[in-house]
């Protein structure tokens, strides 16, 4: 009984001091301690308290030293960690990875000074106080055995078969060292030789190993804002020989995110999802296939990925895959601190242009542009009008447009968004909740306009087709208010009018985007900036409509 009472508390204590629930509040520490609680409490029922003390009789010198120990080790974790962070591109998710536990020190890594003390502290406690006790009550081989077995099952928790066998090998031979020197010293340098091996050399070398975890955004179900799940410990996900692990930096919110949360319609997404359609950060490792990209290298996604074999692929129409797939809907996007990408569906990014503007020019940019210079070849001298001008897509589109030559005619929600618009160079702009937008359109243009991108759907589509002019376009791309309208045939061909629809475009027209923002001819608006964790209250800004330019999730 009296082993099984010592190892279940010391292993309990030792735990509570190295990872307390302070520090890493995803681990059940509380039901830990109150299991050895009540042993304690029983074995001092059947004993008495007197044997309690005796069994717990305590040198001044380790009680010392544990406390120490604990104190040196908190001044490490919340204060010399950060000016390692500062030195070393190291994640707290890297070092959860391997250590196996599922603390995350964000936004600091768990750094090197903090490693280099764990080693000498935990040879501290097991060797010099922990062993030795055991080897005083029960014998030296006894004790030397116990404190093995304590040492391997306190790592046990993580269900980590590597972990535990690591754990049991370097118990047996950190305390054969003791039993051999009659001193801690010899395990305390192996130890420290240890960590520093594992934790720091290796993870420079190699950084990114398999099974590491990550933080990101996860969806178990379909649903509302709360099925909007963060996780510290999801897996990094496995590349294939031509993907290219990407460190996400940032990625947009956008509103087919918010469709893929409720259940996109007609498409089955596989659970767990990761969602995000648009991916910028750093290049971390690459498959043995992939040219072209190196680790380091500023990147942002073409949020397509395309198969390269359809008939539309071989006549360089990769935008209109027939087996087309999507970041954040067919495959897990960049709500996370990884994601894989293909490197075909990869583009390196100037440093003129940041993380966050980068994924502005996606989803949002991609459209605006394809809309306007591929589907709809916008002229210099026409007159162009978007409904919704001041989110991701009307933003770019104002830019893009009165850089072609055009006049600009854009409308928002609120008269603030309206100002915001007209300095990115809209020449008339509307409230679309206070005016009758069709009727001052048509007093500015009697014969209507020519080009509208319309991705309000049923709400405006009447309106958009009334103000076309003869010969006019009307491009579609959104169905924010449902999926379904009416039409009239006889009006759209007896004024020539013309109806397309587009999604996304070229990885062409997207690095065209990225050399406009790089010199300064467009700026794209990030409205305003969420950390990752946030994802649900960013997504509420979405649907509210509130946000004025792209909303950005920062990793």
């Known amino acids: 009984m ?21 520090s890493a509040p995803n681990v059940n520490f509380w039901g830990m301690m109150v299991g050895a609680t ?23 010198k380790w009680i010392g030293t544990g406390i120490l120990s604990a104190a040196l080790l908190y001044v490490v974790f ?5 000016i ?40 501290i406690f097991w060797r010099g106080f922990v062993q030795r006790r055991l080897s005083e009550k029960f014998g030296t ?57 594992i934790f720091i050399l290796l993870p420079i070398r190699e950084p990114h190993h398999k099974g590491i975890i990550m933080k990101a955004i996860v969806l178990y179900e379909h649903g509302g804002l709360d099925k909007l799940t963060y996780k510290t410990d999801f897996p990094e996900p496995a590349i294939g020989p031509d993907d290219v692990l990407v460190n996400v930096k940032a990625t947009g919110v956008n509103r087919v ?51 390269g074999t359809c008939a539309l692929c071989k006549e360089g129409k990769e935008n209109l895959c027939l087996n087309w797939k999507y970041f954040g809907m067919h495959r897990h996007g960049g709500y996370a601190e990884y994601v894989a990408v293909p490197a075909a569906s990869l583009l390196k990014l100037p440093d ?23 589907v709809g070849e916008l002229k210099k001298g026409e007159v162009f009008m978007i409904w919704g001008g001041s989110g991701g897509v009307g933003t770019i589109a104002v830019q893009l447009a009165k850089l072609a030559g055009a006049t600009v005619i854009a409308t928002a929600g609120k008269d603030e968004k309206l100002s915001a618009v007209k300095k990115l160079g809209a020449d008339h702009v509307f409230n679309h909740h206070k005016e009758d937008v069709q009727a001052e359109v048509m007093k500015l243009f009697p014969v209507g306009v020519d080009m509208i991108i319309d991705y309000v759907g049923p709400a405006t589509f009447a309106k958009s087709h009334a103000m076309l002019k003869k010969g006019g376009r009307m491009l579609l791309c959104g169905i ?74 920062t990793v």
């Open 84 to 123: 390692s962070a500062s030195l070393f591109d190291f994640a707290p998710t890297q070092i959860a990875g391997i250590y196996g536990t599922k603390s995350q020190a964000s936004p600091a890594a768990i750094g090197p000074l903090l490693l280099l003390w764990i080693g000498p502290a935990e040879e």
């Open 141 to 197: 081989m006894k004790g030397f055995l116990i404190a093995c077995a304590i040492y391997a099952g306190i790592h046990v928790w993580a269900f980590n078969v590597m972990l535990f066998m690591a754990a049991l090998v370097c118990g047996l031979f950190w305390g054969w060292m003791f039993l051999r020197f009659k001193s801690v010293w010899p395990s305390l340098i192996s130890h420290a030789v240890w960590d520093l091996t």
């Open 352 to 374: 003129q242009v940041s993380f966050e503007q980068a994924v502005t020019l996606g989803i949002a940019g991609l459209t605006a542009y394809h809309g306007i210079h591929s």
């Open 38 to 60: 009540g042993l304690l409490a029983a074995y001092a029922l059947l004993n008495g308290r007197g044997k309690l003390r005796e069994l717990y009789a305590f040198h001044p």
């Open 78 to 82: 919340f204060i010399g960690d950060r």
């Open 2 to 22: 009296r082993p099984v009472i010592v190892g279940c508390s010391v292993a309990a204590i030792c735990w509570f001091i190295m990872f307390s629930p302070w």
């Open 480 to 553: 924010l208010t449902g999926r379904e309208t009416t039409l009239s045939i006889h009006l759209t061909y007896l004024r020539h009018l013309s109806i397309k629809g587009l999604y996304l475009g070229t990885k062409d027209e997207m690095r065209e985007l990225i050399s406009l923002t790089a010199q300064k001819k467009i700026n794209p608006l990030v409205g305003k900036s969420f950390p990752l964790v946030d994802a649900a209250r960013a997504q509420e800004m979405m649907a509210s409509g509130e946000n004025l330019g792209k909303l950005v999730l």
């Open 257 to 307: 995110d918010l469709v893929v949360r409720s259940g996109y319609p007609g498409i089955t997404i596989p659970m767990p999802h990761i969602p995000g359609g648009d991916i910028a950060g750093v290049v971390a490792k690459i498959g043995p296939g992939v040219k072209g990209f190196s680790e380091g290298d500023r990147v942002v996604a073409w949020p397509l990925i395309a198969c």
